[in-house]
């Protein structure tokens, strides 16, 4: 690191847990986000803030005036913009070091694959089962690790699936693919426009992805793999469950469909 890179991250440095090694691996690290939503404005602007080297972000939308009472990252200047173009340039603002490559793409097959195997760390900030369960099996067969988030209404949710550690549970272990799949793609890519979302809760599960992201970068305390956290913004609780992998699970065996349910413990 230069002198205006230690001063840039002084006040990481000076945590004892952190220092100048955990940002030097932050500085040469390189992490895909997918999705430049509400979950992607919070972790892509606190990546970037810390020095995050390489950041590639996906998303094939455009950015609509209803996005912006909680998609952060977007102006209202950008309303009609592709939302990862949008999210770059606000990313350059932020932090210009920070080398942002903006995929006006939705990702899959073979191009989510070959991305995921060049990225250290992967945050699922998308709005639909279907990309998520496509990234995480894209995550499985590389061994990356995976940062996922959720939010709608008053109900957020993040958790780690360390796919770096051989009996590590993946999303499919907590949300089987069929499962999901009886209530049809369209209807979660629909719920925020008939459910609502509370503003600042994807900022408080962004934000989350963003420090595990970080931690997993760095090397440095405890993260949430094997954790599920589901935090209820009405009530201000935040409740923690244990997850271990299912036996049974296509993603990680790769071999015939199970019931794909986590046995979760208390």
Same mark, same amino acid.
């Given at each position: 690191?230069?002198?205006?890179?230690?001063?840039?991250?002084?006040?990481?440095?000076?945590?004892?847990?952190?220092?100048?090694?955990?940002?030097?691996?932050?500085?040469?690290?390189?992490?895909?986000?997918?999705?430049? &939503?509400?979950?992607?404005?919070?972790?892509?602007?606190?990546?970037?803030?810390?020095?995050? &080297?390489?950041?590639?972000?996906?998303?094939?939308?455009?950015?609509?005036?209803?996005?912006?009472?909680?998609?952060?990252?977007?102006?209202?200047?950008?309303?009609?913009?592709?939302?990862?173009?949008?999210?770059?340039?606000?990313?350059?603002?932020?932090?210009?070091?920070?080398?942002?490559?903006?995929?006006?793409?939705?990702?899959?097959?073979?191009?989510?694959?070959?991305?995921?195997?060049?990225?250290?760390?992967?945050?699922?900030?998308?709005?639909?089962?279907?990309?998520?369960?496509?990234?995480?099996?894209?995550?499985?067969?590389?061994?990356?690790?995976?940062?996922?988030?959720?939010?709608?209404?008053?109900?957020?949710?993040?958790?780690?699936?360390?796919?770096?550690?051989?009996?590590?549970?993946?999303?499919?272990?907590?949300?089987?693919?069929?499962?999901?799949?009886?209530?049809?793609?369209?209807?979660?890519?629909?719920?925020?426009?008939?459910?609502?979302?509370?503003?600042?809760?994807?900022?408080?599960?962004?934000?989350?992805?963003?420090?595990?992201?970080?931690?997993?970068?760095?090397?440095?305390?405890?993260?949430?793999? &094997?954790?599920?956290?589901?935090?209820?913004?009405?009530?201000?609780?935040?409740?923690?469950?244990?997850?271990?992998?299912?036996?049974?699970?296509?993603?990680?065996?790769?071999?015939?469909? &199970?019931?794909?349910?986590?046995?979760?413990?208390?």
């Amino acid at each position: 690191m230069d002198d205006n890179q230690r001063l840039r991250y002084s006040r990481h440095l000076l945590l004892n847990e952190f220092g100048e090694e955990a940002q030097a691996r932050l500085l040469g690290a390189h992490a895909l986000v997918v999705g430049a &939503g509400g979950l992607g404005s919070a972790a892509l602007m606190y990546l970037a803030a810390a020095g995050l &080297g390489h950041i590639r972000v996906a998303d094939d939308d455009r950015v609509d005036l209803t996005n912006l009472q909680r998609q952060v990252i977007h102006r209202t200047a950008s309303v009609g913009e592709p939302k990862a173009a949008s999210a770059a340039r606000t990313l350059a603002e932020i932090n210009p070091e920070v080398r942002v490559e903006p995929l006006v793409e939705r990702l899959q097959g073979q191009r989510l694959e070959a991305l995921v195997r060049q990225a250290d760390v992967v945050l699922d900030c998308s709005d639909n089962f279907a990309t998520r369960h496509a990234i995480n099996r894209a995550c499985v067969a590389a061994r990356r690790p995976l940062v996922s988030g959720a939010a709608i209404r008053f109900d957020g949710q993040v958790a780690v699936f360390d796919l770096r550690q051989a009996n590590a549970p993946c999303y499919h272990c907590l949300f089987a693919e069929d499962e999901q799949g009886q209530h049809g793609e369209r209807y979660e890519e629909e719920r925020c426009a008939t459910l609502g979302i509370f503003a600042p809760l994807v900022g408080i599960i962004g934000t989350m992805q963003a420090a595990e992201a970080i931690k997993i970068i760095a090397g440095i305390g405890e993260t949430l793999a &094997g954790r599920l956290q589901m935090y209820d913004a009405l009530a201000a609780r935040w409740h923690e469950v244990r997850l271990v992998r299912d036996a049974h699970c296509r993603a990680v065996r790769g071999g015939p469909r &199970g019931r794909g349910r986590l046995r979760r413990q208390p």
